[in-house]
């Protein structure tokens, strides 16, 4: 019971400490990712950087899953950052085997002041991130106090001798019990602490500690399939699966070589100045951890530089086992937003701006239809307006309650005012498709009536509605790539929409004063006039919001 208890504080520390790191680096984070080249070996540095940041591969794999979903990332670049992942893991491993126990309890009481008495939310951050170390740290001590009496024991020594690479099924059983039990935890930095408690303790030798290691790279990959469950986007499987075929090939590569990998492990270890793997003080194998942390940290290393060469039949593979995109797009399909990404706020943002970039699409394409109505009638755009306004509205249900769910969690200042923006941004779009509905029924009642406008006033109406057309444009260009001056453009758009709708209700009152216009379609003109400026004021606002997520 000491041992799962000390496996539970290790959990727990290794959960905060990432989750710390995650708030406290988040819009790097973003940034850094979605500024990434199409260059294979910068991508792998940039995922081995990230991940080193955040202590988990597995939120760096769900964020990049996050980013392809929504295509603020391509698939081909995605897999180039999970290569880089599976180094920055290793440095977990690294920080465990350099004996840090005797600073978990001040970092505890450090991290609880931070934690629970700051007024500042970055220092809070910051304190879960330093109470996160210790937790890890006294949760590995809490673990070796477990194990202790224990080891002796001897059913104990009888089950733990299974766990033998004397043999080919040995070393299998091995790797399996590592997957399994990475699954199991879900976390493969917690079954490394614990396989190098197992080590230090002396139940499992040096090569065996190194097979479950090996396994436990397997596992790791779970997390990312159970983040695209339910996911219809090719994309998400994609990235989700050539994580596990990039860790499960790697792990095939070591075993045809095991013999050979654990002796190179031991020869590096030993030139870089640590004592012998067997070596004891007080019934503790001292220096295995060291050893154990350097064979996880070269296996990924040897993983990537493989990989990284052939990259592109990595990405075929990847593409070929992959489920096949749906070609059949539906027209009023809504957002399928998964639970998978709701411990990764960045990840989960990231699928909500690429759905709101579907939105966005699916308003612009239908805008564009109306507007040709206000030349030629077609009844079959007009009589899809029910259709189109049920769609956005239901679209605005989904999005609101996705972020609402997310703003439930754990996230961070600027994730809190991001998920504000993409609120604002939300409301607008389905004011937006109002104002369209408005457009249409107008239309429908001209037409019905037989009213007929002037060339002038065709014109006008045709120019205002081409603005709109550019601003929505605009903001579209935006929110797929970041551009200089957006925000003065997006100004410059709202002040000429305002200043066409007071040159065309005066020019439209010289009309009638001229009798080149009738009483009653000046009506219909100016209600036209009017909601086409209304878009003008409701695409201004999105802006606005785009520009301070963007």
């Known amino acids: 019971m000491q041992t799962l208890g000390g496996l539970g504080l290790f959990i727990l520390g290794m959960k905060m400490m990432t989750e710390g790191l995650q708030a406290t680096a988040g819009q790097k984070i973003r940034r850094i990712l979605e500024a990434i080249s199409s260059n294979r070996f910068m991508g792998c540095a940039t995922g081995a950087g990230v991940t080193a940041m955040i202590q988990s591969s597995s939120a760096t794999t769900v964020m990049l899953i996050g980013f392809v979903s929504a295509s603020i990332m391509s698939f081909e670049q995605a897999v180039g950052v999970i290569i880089g992942a599976n180094i920055g893991t290793t440095i977990t491993g690294q920080m465990i085997a350099f004996k840090l126990t005797k600073a978990a309890l001040p970092a505890i009481a450090l991290g609880v002041g931070l934690k629970y008495f700051s007024k500042k939310r970055s220092y809070r951050h910051i304190g879960d991130i330093i109470l996160g170390f210790g937790l890890l740290f006294y949760g590995m001590t809490v673990m070796k106090h477990g194990l202790a009496p224990i080891k002796s024991d001897p059913q104990f020594i009888e089950f733990f001798t299974k766990f033998s690479t004397e043999s080919i099924g040995g070393i299998l059983l091995c790797v399996s019990m590592g997957a399994l039990l990475t699954v199991a935890v879900q976390s493969s930095s917690a079954t490394v602490g614990l396989t190098m408690t197992l080590a230090a303790s002396g139940l499992l030798t040096y090569p065996t500690a190194l097979a479950l290691v090996l396994g436990e790279n397997i596992g790791t990959t779970v997390t990312a399939q159970l983040s695209t469950l339910g996911s219809n986007n090719s994309d998400a499987h994609r990235t989700a699966n050539a994580h596990t075929i990039f860790n499960v090939i790697g792990v095939g590569i070591i075993l045809l070589i095991f013999p050979w990998f654990v002796d190179i492990v031991e020869v590096i270890t030993l030139k870089i100045g640590a004592g012998a793997a067997n070596h004891t003080v007080n019934g503790e194998y001292v220096n295995v951890a060291r050893y154990i942390a350097n064979g996880h940290t070269l296996f990924n290393v040897i993983n990537a530089m493989v990989f990284l060469i052939f990259l592109p039949k990595l990405v075929q593979l990847t593409i070929l086992i992959s489920p096949k995109p749906d070609k059949r797009q539906e027209r009023y399909r809504l957002p399928e937003f998964d639970t998978g990404f709701i411990d990764s706020p960045i990840g989960a943002l990231a699928r909500v701006k690429g759905e709101i970039i579907n939105n966005m ?165 100016i209600a036209l006039v009017s909601n086409y400026e209304k878009m003008g004021d409701y695409c201004y606002n999105i802006s606005t919001g785009v520009n301070r997520i963007i």
């Open 361 to 525: 699409e699916f308003l612009h394409m239908n805008l564009k239809k109306i507007s040709t109505c206000l030349m030629i009638r077609d009844d079959d755009i007009l009589g899809e307006r029910e259709a189109v306004e049920d769609h956005l509205d239901d679209y605005q249900k989904v999005i609101i309650k996705y972020l609402t769910t997310i703003y439930q969690g754990e996230v961070n200042e600027p994730e809190a005012k991001e998920i504000s923006e993409m609120m604002r941004i939300t409301n607008n779009i389905e004011r937006l498709g109002d104002s369209m509905e408005n457009v249409s029924k107008i239309l429908e009642r001209i037409y019905d009536n037989d009213f007929d406008f002037s060339e002038k006033a065709k014109q006008e109406l045709m120019a205002i509605s081409d603005q709109v057309d550019k601003f929505l444009s605009l903001i579209i260009d935006e929110l797929h790539e970041k551009k200089e001056g957006f925000y003065q453009k997006a100004l410059a758009n709202e002040d000429l929409i305002d200043h066409m709708r007071e040159n065309m209700r005066y020019l439209h009152i010289e009309r009638l004063r001229h009798g080149e216009c009738l009483v009653d379609v000046g009506v219909f003109f």
